[in-house]
């Protein structure tokens, strides 16, 4: 699906949703929960080209494919908080959006580690 393919259903999705917010609320936030999954379900395929085009990169230079696959995992967690805190939001949680966003916040510290105490042998080394 098309980016031009996905704003336009967002479009129409967002007008549905503000319609239908006036006289049932509670189908506005399935509509949004709906089109949300659809999106992530539709996206989910440009993710394993990414991840393929970056390993073949990796490969190419022998470069090390772990700090790539961190990177990774990193850049997919915070794309799933992201929607997952905006679909809180969406629903009127904010206070579980913002719990969202503070895990992820902390699981992205936790990928990082290995990264930071490789940097720093690389700078114990060179000192």
């Known amino acids: 699906m098309s ?11 967002t007008i549905l949703s503000v319609i239908l ?3 049932a609320a509670e189908f506005s936030i399935y509509l949004s ?14 993710i394993g080209n990414i991840s393929n ?3 073949e990169l990796v490969g190419k230079f022998n470069l090390n494919s772990e700090f790539f696959a961190i ?6 967690v915070s794309y799933i908080c ?13 206070s579980n959006a ?7 916040k902390i699981i992205i510290i936790a990928l990082t580690i290995p ?13």
């Open 3 to 13: 980016i031009i393919q996905i704003s336009a259903l967002a479009i129409i999705t």
């Open 21 to 23: 917010r006036k006289s």
């Open 33 to 46: 929960l709906i089109f949300g999954t659809f999106v992530f379900i539709s996206i989910t395929k440009y």
């Open 53 to 55: 085009s970056v390993y």
């Open 71 to 76: 990177i990774l995992k990193i850049v997919v």
């Open 82 to 94: 992201e929607f997952a805190s905006t679909i809180c939001e969406d629903a009127g949680e904010k």
């Open 98 to 104: 913002a719990k969202v966003e503070f895990a992820g």
């Open 115 to 127: 990264i930071i105490i490789s940097l720093a042998d690389l700078i114990l080394t060179l000192i």
